[in-house]
């Protein structure tokens, strides 16, 4: 439970050799090179940006048409996965570079004939769209011409114009060559006198006539196009199997996409060093514990290199490297989502895990659940090869699992079951009924729970106060320490015992409690302005005691613990023992019954009530929690050239952050 000590290095080496520097740094996984100038990134240009440019497109363009395939033939899409590799792996990708580059130009020829052939595609299906309205006529389009004295006209007559035609008071000759609700393909003759008459009523009457001309009928042209449809899709299957082909090739074309990534990497921050005709100065963080090795590392690589490292003081900038065990690394999670703590701040992530389990496990409080948490969440989080924020989130909803276990036997629930009781293991429940079990205060019956739920906030609350001293006590601030943590400790370990007195549960400390929250008031509010002069020191002092109110109303916050796992009781409860279990007396279609009542509503229930865990759970240790001592703004230790998009390092880095 630590924030790692930094230190700053300062390189100075010959301009040659940089590469073979940055080589030796790279591979510590423990520099955080600092860039001395403001990189423009949009401007920013080298070989490697237009290589992984063009890689980085072909990726794109293999997923998604390999998607689309796959989709076509109702196969589940490519799931991309992050690949572990070796250190020595990842620094040879580039010698795959020559066979990438062969899928590159195979891929950039296959978009070209892909764009022409879509677009031919898209030509006939466009051209024969055209012909189907009329594919019902018998004749060919050039018989349909206009003879000497008559007048032809052929086309889709809407069903309005059917029924009027034969008002129409011209001589006609109508063929109806197909009839459908909402019209028919008519073929219209009339004497060229009445020509006026009757295009005025075919315009009125909404007639589609057919302008298209050929020596062939639709029905004939139709059928050509379609062949010439059957040809162009032979043509785009093939493309489209090399597309799958090629797409066996994306691992490494990823791989090689990241070491691309390094390698600009590498040139943005030879473009940020402070450079001479000869040299340059790199400047980076290194955790003290891996000064010796750094500096080994760049001595092994060159002896034409000047190295030097001072510890960065705690009042100073360095970024957060922090240092805890495989369980508490996990709710880091939690806090970076807040903001990652300062350098010079003290680690709170372990209080803040003990915490935030208690309260998660309080909420869900089911034996049921709690398996569920923990066993599907170890198993989900294996699947996770690489050290993200989600795998970690997923540990902390397994780790909230086993709490939830605990707590669930205490309450005596699996899947709102009484099972302990009914297997003779419990007599009954250990913790409070959370609606009938209540206790008496100043005359008001309060639920037990409640209370519970309140005093674990207090006992939080107190906890913040006491990291709050314990930094000022580290930072040399003693009577900050005192009169700004451990005097309002007293005072809500006060408040505390006060309230256990009015309830009868130790009656004998009624005294005490009073003399510690009086005394703790008045020294809070005498102590609050010593740092002001005159006038200040009073309102100072009073807005110490107005204070009080804040805290009373953040422990009030913690009520919100009881809500939530009443309301998730209540539904598990509900679920099995009022739904589930009266069904499966009836039969083997009520056994069907009760087991899918109890899948659909326990899964909705945890799915909810693990939602709102998290959220209300995490809302507590921001405000309540954090915002009596943690500062935040810190910026994550990030070692040169380990953070990639496509691939992870499998050998246990040397430094983690």
């Known amino acids: 439970m630590a924030i790692a000590e930094m230190s700053r290095m300062k390189l100075v080496g010959i301009k040659g050799e940089r590469n073979l520097i940055l080589s030796a740094l790279h591979k510590e996984c423990a520099v955080q090179i600092i860039s001395n100038a403001e990189v423009d990134i949009g401007a920013f240009d080298n070989e490697f940006v ?61 978009n070209q004939e892909l764009s022409v052939k879509t677009g031919e595609l898209n030509a006939l299906k466009a051209e024969m769209s055209s012909y189907k309205p009329f594919i019902d006529l018998p004749v060919k389009l050039n018989d349909l011409n206009n003879t000497l004295s008559t007048r032809i006209y052929f086309g889709f007559l809407p069903k309005n114009g059917v029924e009027e035609i034969q008002n129409l008071e011209v001589p006609l000759f109508v063929e109806y060559h197909s009839m459908q609700p909402s019209g028919a393909l008519a073929t219209i003759i009339c004497h060229k006198n009445d020509e006026e008459a009757v295009s005025q009523f075919l315009s009125i009457a909404g007639f589609n006539r057919c302008t298209l001309k050929g020596d062939f009928s639709p029905q004939e042209k139709c059928n050509s196009l379609l062949e010439q449809i059957g040809l162009v899709n032979k043509e785009l299957s093939v493309l489209d199997e090399e597309i799958l082909k090629l797409s066996k090739n994306l691992e490494r074309m990823y791989i090689l996409s990241d070491r691309y990534s390094f390698e600009i990497e590498k040139a943005k921050n030879k473009q940020g060093f402070v450079n001479t005709d000869a040299t340059f100065l790199l400047e980076a963080f290194v955790p003290t514990e891996a000064v010796e090795r750094v500096q080994a590392a760049v001595k092994k690589a060159t002896d034409t290199v000047f190295v030097e490292f001072s510890v960065v003081p705690r009042s100073e900038f360095a970024p957060t490297l922090m240092k805890n065990g495989k369980v508490t690394k996990q709710f880091e999670f939690v806090t970076n989502l807040f903001s990652p703590p300062a350098y010079g701040e003290v680690d709170h992530n372990f209080v803040m895990m003990i915490f935030f389990n208690i309260f998660m496990g309080f909420i869900m409080a089911d034996m049921g659940y709690g398996l569920l948490m923990a066993v599907g969440g170890a198993l989900f989080a294996k699947t996770i090869g690489r050290d993200t924020g989600f795998r ?17 036997a205490l309450f005596d629930s699996f899947f709102g079951y009484q099972l302990l009781t009914k297997l003779g293991i419990l007599s009954g429940p250990i913790m409070p009924d959370a609606i009938h079990d209540k206790m008496t205060m100043a005359g008001i019956s309060v639920p037990t729970l409640l209370l519970i739920s309140l005093g674990m906030g207090v006992v939080q609350i107190m906890a913040s106060l006491l990291i709050k001293a314990y930094a000022s006590f580290k930072n040399g601030q003693i009577l900050d320490g005192i009169f700004d943590g451990i005097v309002w400790v007293i005072f809500l370990a006060g408040l505390m015992l006060l309230v256990l007195a009015m309830l009868g549960v130790m009656p004998s400390v009624q005294t005490a409690a009073i003399i510690m929250l009086v005394g703790s008031v008045v020294i809070g509010a005498l102590t609050a302005g010593r740092r002001e002069r005159g006038f200040g020191k009073f309102t100072k002092g009073f807005g110490a005691v107005w204070g009080i109110i ?19 009781a209540q539904i598990a409860t509900i679920v099995t023992n009022e739904l589930a279990l009266p069904m499966a007396k009836n039969g083997v279609g009520g056994i069907i019954g009760c087991i899918a009542v109890l899948i659909v509503g326990h899964v909705f229930n945890l799915a909810m009530g693990v939602l709102g865990a998290y959220i209300h759970d995490s809302r507590l240790q921001y405000i309540e929690f954090y915002g009596r001592f943690f500062g935040g703004d810190g910026e994550l230790f990030t070692p040169f050239g380990t953070t990639f998009k496509h691939v992870y390092f499998n050998e246990p880095k040397k430094v983690k952050a």
């Not at 804040?550 to 998730?568: C, E």
């Open 392 to 408: 970690r989130l997923v540990y902390v909803i397994a780790i909230g699992g086993v709490f939830t276990f605990i707590f669930g």
């Open 550 to 568: 804040n805290y009373l109303s953040d422990i009030l916050s913690y009520a919100r613990l009881y809500g939530l796992m009443l309301s998730g």
């Open 50 to 110: 237009h290589k992984k440019d063009r890689l980085d497109f072909a990726c794109q363009f293999l997923t998604a048409n390999t998607n689309r395939v796959l989709k076509d033939r109702g196969e589940k899409p490519l799931k991309e996965v992050l690949s572990p590799i070796t250190y020595d792996g990842f620094i040879n990708a580039l010698s795959i570079e020559a066979d990438i580059l062969a899928v590159l130009d195979r891929v950039d020829q296959i």
